[in-house]
């Protein structure tokens, strides 16, 4: 009887891991896949030193300094950073989707080092480091950058393993600019104070941040794993030249623009994600 039993047991276990395996298929065209998991960011990023102008151009004159300067050494770089990604994917056919990624726009940081200085004798007292420990991160924005792909699939439908690479293009903006403390009081109590005073524009000086949106480029490559018929888990590596114009903008108590510092900031960015997918499609009405 026990050996019944086992050999039965045995029998049903086979049966029910040969249905679960035998579920699991490739995509097909009509198929819809939704994505969740984490993105890490990794931007390689560089930039040119930044580029002050001083406003109005009187200043210059008035201060026996160029009212606009370049400041050598000067550099920003966007530090790494984690979010939550949501992923959409249409399959047009058995190997071609469309796919669309979007989630928590990440918050990153941005660094900065070398010392902004006018030409000059007034360029050893009006300046601003950089660099300096307590002025970091420079400024912590939320960067959204939503990415539109055109992927290949390889492989067969009876696979379990699924390849794939795609093409795109990603828009990219920021929001929710937050200034170091610190930064900031240097920037007014430096360059605010003395140009608000050359200038006549009394009263307390504002610093602002700002960033310039960008169409870019979208590579990416990736392995999927069918588990089931809807449930699948998958990897992915993205590169995109993201680009943009970062300005730092110092104004008097009254608005006017006072002084704007701009650097070219390119991340190269580099986005892994770990991804956990759920494939359905809609048939009559019903979603299967």
Known sequence: MKGFTLKRGAGMALGILGLACGSARAAQAGDNLVQVGWLHIFPESSSVPLHTQLQPSLVGSLLGVQSSFDSPGTSAKVGQADTFGLITTRFLTDHFAVQLVTGIPARVDISGSGVVRPTGLLGQFLNVDLGAPQNNPLVSVQEWTPVGLLQYYFGRRTDKWHPYIGVGISYAWFSGYSLNGDFQK????????????????????????????????????????????????????????????ATINVLAQDGTLLANSKTRLSQNALVTALLVNYRFRFLSGTVR
């Open 186 to 245: 240097s920037l007014e109590s430096n360059f605010g104070s003395v140009l608000s005073l050359a200038t006549g524009h009394f009263g307390a000086t504002h610093v602002t941040a700002s960033a310039s949106r960008s169409w870019n480029p979208v590579y990416n490559a990736g392995l999927s794993y069918d588990l089931s018929k809807h449930w699948s888990v998958a990897t992915s590596v993205t590169y995109s030249p993201l680009a943009s114009v």
